[in-house]
Nanobody
Framework: QVQLVESGGGSVQAGGSLTLSCGVS????????LGWFRQTPGKEREAVAT???????NYARSVKGRFTISQDSGKKSLILQMHNLKAEDTEMYYC???????????????????????WGRGTQVTVSS
């Protein structure tokens, strides 16, 4: 059973930066896809960045060049560095895990939130203009 716990959200002015972390535990090996998603009430949860077990990363067009997803060397943490934040980045952010998939199955354009097996509880990011 994979467990995910997000931290690092908060409030920042437009143009600022935040770093989100997601502690990952219970992983027992094999291919996987980890992702950061975001959601506002009434809208579907959308993927913003993914990384697979080979270290390949993929980004939504809206965040490419501003956000960077990474894992620590021990694969115990999933990181999302966010720069040049905009008001429209204001959402609840979640980390998710999908076990047994990687490669093209981990591309932002190819995934849906309901494909993911495990979720954290989320952390709020608020960007004021």
């Amino acid at each position: 059973q994979v467990q995910l716990v997000e931290s690092g959200g908060g409030s920042v002015q437009a143009g600022g930066s935040l770093t989100l972390s997601c502690g990952v535990s219970g992983y027992t090996g094999g291919r996987y896809c980890l992702g950061w998603f975001r959601q506002t009430p009434g809208k579907e949860r959308e993927a913003v960045a993914t990384i697979d077990s080979d270290g390949s990363t993929n980004y939504a067009r809206s965040v490419k060049g501003r956000f960077t997803i990474s894992q620590d060397s021990g694969k115990k943490s999933l990181i999302l560095q966010m720069h040049n934040l905009k008001a429209e980045d204001t959402e609840m952010y979640y980390c998710g895990a999908r076990v047994g998939y990687g490669g093209a199955w981990c591309y932002v354009a190819n995934i849906r939130w309901h494909d993911f097996d495990y979720w954290g509880r989320g952390t709020q990011v608020t960007v004021s203009s």
